[in-house]
């Protein structure tokens, strides 16, 4: 079995066998008509359970054409133009380029002797990225797995920063609290509850009509929490909301922050990739007062999953994630100024996944991205357009990144709930044919839909085609009911 070791003897094999795997997928990649092919649960799970583990096919092509079965042939591809559903983007060559060649490396980018380069290389781009933001010369950060974990980090940091630098209250996380948007992320919820902060400490903020904070609310409530005797430990603040794009006014909340001594977290894990554009970089005005920032190059920047870094403003509050172990970085790799990026990650092993940015800057260039980002940003605006001038559907906001939350309003058809199943249904069904793929959410407590636009090669024909096909369905449901009725 040591033939199947990577290595100078095997170098012929790996060549053929991921040349294999490659044209396999790229065939995939180019006969693949429609974003998925609408297989079910129990049909795809009957063929995975029927592989028998513990008998190798001992043969790569063998394991390829198994894969197809299970796999390949029934996946959910993100590179075709009516896939339309979650933040989910299609991935740029030169990313995918990295991703390779970093798979048969296989540096783990906790220590300098496991990532001789690769520790540089991640530093350089954290720098790249805090000058983008405007973080100033002190910042730093670290590659992680993905915007939920940065923002665990960052409000970690945040409740240590605030145990050690603000009287009694501070000292127990119980009285710490925590003001995000009504229409934050989930895991900032979730982070509170890993922190031990309690299950109240997240203060809900209104938003607005175009789902930003209320920073008059905000500011209403940072002061109750004072009042009460409580600390106000950090204000997430979203730049690019999962459902609606919204960015919240980040430099009145950076004001309030300055004013209450409030940590301030960005949750840009979505739109960070207005730091590479070149007409709507503006939209971010603010973000470079936050203590801390999340970005999701693995969503904007276009790069393949996972892809993700958080970044603080003051290096020196990374040590609260620093802890020392005789067989990795003893405390003196400090004075010897070895750089350690276990030093500043929550994680301890941990992918090199800062090559696959790296290349796709060096192949194609920062506004090369950014101009990806901006065409489907401007896409979603002739979006909003079309669905605002269409009477069969209800859009709830013009769009300020490139989500779409709307739903379809059959024709004489007034009770809510029914409008929730005809568009529940429309969903469901699109998603059976495989011909699209769109999302769900809930406003006001009905169910709505959602585009989320991050494919440049979309066009406004295939969002015309998916609104007639959803409407379609809709409409083969309400008859349906009336047959049955009947």
């Given at each position: 079995m040591r033939s199947h070791l990577l290595n100078d003897t095997t170098a012929e094999h790996y060549r053929c066998s991921v040349t294999e795997g490659i044209e396999r997928v790229a065939a995939k990649l180019a006969t693949t008509d429609r974003p998925f092919t609408g297989i079910t649960v129990h049909d795809l799970a009957h063929r995975i359970d029927a592989v028998d583990l513990d008998t190798p096919l001992l043969d790569t092509t063998a394991a390829l054409d198994e894969l197809e079965e299970v796999y390949l042939r029934d996946a959910v591809y993100f590179h075709h133009p009516r896939y339309l559903a979650h933040l989910n983007c299609p991935v740029v060559i030169p990313a995918v380029l990295g991703e390779a060649v970093l798979s048969a490396v296989n540096s783990s980018l906790d220590t300098w002797d496991q990532?001789?380069?690769?520790?540089?290389?991640?530093?350089?781009?954290?720098?790249?990225?805090?000058?983008?933001?405007?973080?100033?010369?002190?910042?730093?950060?670290?590659?992680?797995?993905?915007?939920?974990?940065?923002?665990?980090q960052a409000l970690l940091l945040a409740r240590e920063e605030t145990k050690s630098g603000r009287g009694d209250h501070a000292e127990r996380p119980t009285n710490m609290r925590v003001f995000a948007s009504e229409v934050s992320h989930f895991s900032v919820k979730k982070s509170a509850t890993l922190l031990g902060l309690g299950p109240d400490a997240v203060v809900t903020i209104p938003v607005d009509r175009d789902k930003r904070m209320q920073t008059v609310a905000l500011a209403r409530e940072l002061e109750r929490c004072r009042e009460n005797g409580l600390t106000p430990m950090a204000v997430v603040a979203t730049a690019g909301t999962t459902d609606f794009g919204s960015i919240d006014p980040l430099p009145e909340i950076a004001e309030l922050c300055d004013r209450y001594g409030t940590w301030m977290h960005v949750d840009a894990a979505y739109g960070c990739g207005l730091l590479a554009s070149v007409r709507n970089r503006h939209l971010l005005d603010g973000i470079e007062r936050a203590d801390s920032v999340t970005v999701d190059y693995h969503k904007s920047f276009f790069q393949p999953v996972s892809s993700s870094a958080v970044l603080v403003r003051d290096a020196a509050t990374l040590r609260h994630a620093t802890y020392h172990a005789d067989y990795l970085n003893p405390r003196r790799m400090v004075t010897e100024r070895i750089p350690n990026q276990v030093d500043k990650s929550l994680q301890t092993t941990r992918r090199f996944d800062a090559l696959k940015l790296w290349m796709t800057l060096r192949v194609m260039g920062a506004d090369g991205v950014g101009q990806l980002f901006d065409e489907v940003c401007d896409l979603a605006g002739r979006a909003w357009e079309l669905l605002a001038a269409d009477p069969r559907f209800d859009v709830v906001v013009e769009p300020r990144l490139s989500t779409l939350v709307f739903r379809h309003i059959p024709a004489g058809v007034t009770d809510p709930a029914e409008i929730d199943r005809a568009n529940l249904y429309a969903r469901k069904a699109l998603f059976a044919s495989g011909e699209a793929i769109v999302a769900g959410t809930r406003v006001g407590g009905r169910h709505y839909l959602k585009f989320t636009l991050l494919n440049p090669e979309t066009t406004v024909d295939d969002?015309?085609?998916?609104?007639?096909?959803?409407?379609?369905?809709?409409?083969?449901?309400?008859?349906?009911?009336?047959?049955r009725a009947s």
């Open positions: 990532s001789a380069g690769g520790t540089l290389i991640e530093r350089k781009l954290i720098d790249w990225t805090t000058g983008r933001i405007g973080l100033g010369p002190a910042a730093d950060g670290v590659f992680t797995s993905g915007g939920s974990q940065s923002n665990l969002i015309s085609a998916v609104l007639d096909l959803i409407a379609d369905h809709a409409e083969q449901y309400l008859g349906d009911i009336l047959d």
